[in-house]
């Protein structure tokens, strides 16, 4: 009977773990979209994005389609387009990030102030029900929502989940056209964030291109982009010294000594010579890397060593 509530605790927490961290990341993502992103028409692109640039139309449908039915009705597309391409696994998984992430905003619409924290801000206004935004603004709008919005999508994609919505699209080119996923995810991003300089999604009735909306939502995608790789690849790098010497018992008690780490040997060639070597690999913090740089030569002058950044490390690398 104990090896049974054993068992039962250990499912349960191996099931609602990831999701309690996914629940968390769209939480967070779209605190940053709803408060720091759609108040001022920023966009840095996916489902957020297409909402914000398509507002000026959806909202003239009537007072009741807001942000968040229009986010439903896109998401709920894109589950049905990636069960139908991408299988019953994938719809599974995402389906529940997917119909989280709109009620969130919709949570938000009927509790909080859009414009909260932009009160405070010397260059924002509203003028007629027109919102204006300066330089300020915008900056402040990019460094928060990077944060919220980057580590809530790297969160949620680090435990497994997605945040469901133009993912779809970014895993059929994946899947399908053999692209890369990273270079589709940017792809879909920037195209919705060229798109979003037309003056037609901002209301304006003429033709007109707004170039610094643009360099600004660039500059979000871009350190949105650079949160995400960090959290999902761990946020502290490491690099792997990979030495070629006839000394590795010399090499091995240098790294002892100096950085404390372990290190693996493994017999290497050189094929212009023919002679035997052995190569010494040790992972390290960046900061030991450029310590023992310098030692190696001390040791063996005729070390070949050549140093490589690593984004993610798991085991016992010590």
Known sequence: LWQVKVMIKEFILKKLKPYSFISFGVILMNIGFYFFLDPINLCLGGVMGLATILKPFYTQIGDWFTTSIFMYIVDIICLIVGAIFLGRDFFGKTVYATLLSPTIVLILENTCDHYFFFQSISDFSIVDGVVHAGTSTYLVSIAVSIICVGFGIGISIKNNGSTGGLDVIQ????????????????????VIVFIAGFSVF?????????????????????????????????????RTAYIITSKPDEIKELIYN?????????????????ENYTMVICTMDKSEAYKLMPLIEEVDKKAFTFVTSCKEVKGEYK
């Open 258 to 274: 100096s950085v404390k780490r372990g290190a693996t040997f493994t017999n290497v060639t050189g094929s212009y010579t023919g």
């Open 202 to 238: 901002h209301g304006e009735a003429s033709f007109g291109y707004n170039l610094e909306l643009v360099l600004f939502g660039s500059l979000g995608v871009v350190g949105n982009g650079y949160v995400i790789d960090s959290v999902i690849l761990n946020a502290k790098s490491r």
């Open 171 to 190: 895993q059929i080119m994946s899947k399908y056209f053999h692209v890369p996923y990273s270079i589709s995810m940017y792809l879909t991003d920037w």
